[in-house]
């Protein structure tokens, strides 16, 4: 897999960094809360775990499944719900960990979503954030890296399911998408 990679953008130790971080920026912020923490699927996986494993905070768990990228490196524009969490959120203080914000519309129809289901507050922690590829407003309240216009994989991001075991991130050599 290291082959298929024409640069690295974030190191392990990079993202280790970024994860204490965000992780103390999230517990200062909920105090004595007990937020429910809802996943995105696949991409926020090794994300989620990393970020909330030290914080020494009461926390829920949950994981919701949305796509709207087809197994392509283009949006397709529809965002679906592949697969809903089962916690009532009613009342309740929701951290959505996403991998990635690029166009925007994911995070919208996540946020109008579970808006709709009477959350007392919706904040949201991404991983990365790529302000240059917004179309729809969606801003991210705890953020690990703002990356340039690129198409990156690793750490749970993929280009056709694979490379989310990669354990950095980076770009991938343009003869992988040439290949396809
Ligand atoms: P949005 O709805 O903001 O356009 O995109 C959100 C989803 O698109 C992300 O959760 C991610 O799955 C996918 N995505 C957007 N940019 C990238 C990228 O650079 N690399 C990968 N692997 N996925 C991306
Ligand atoms: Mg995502
Ligand atoms: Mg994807």
Known sequence: ?????????YSESDIQDACQRLGKEI?????????VVIGVLKGAIFFMTDVIRDTDMYMELDFMDVSSYHGTTQSSGVVELVTDI????SGRDVLI???IVDTGRTL???IDTLKGRGAASI????????????VVE???DFIGFEVPNEFVVG?????EEKYRNLPYIGVLKPEIYANN
């Not at 904040?123 to 917004?134: A, E, I, M, Q």
């Open 1 to 9: 897999m290291d082959n298929d990679i024409l640069k690295v953008l």
């Open 108 to 110: 919208k129809f996540l």
């Open 138 to 140: 969606a801003s991210s």
């Open 27 to 35: 517990k200062s912020h909920y105090g004595d809360k007990v937020p």
């Open 155 to 159: 750490y749970g991001l993929d280009y």
């Open 123 to 134: 904040k949201v922690c991404t991983l990365l954030d790529k302000p240059s590829g917004r």
């Open 86 to 89: 089962s916690t009532d959120i």
């Open 97 to 99: 960990m996403e991998d």
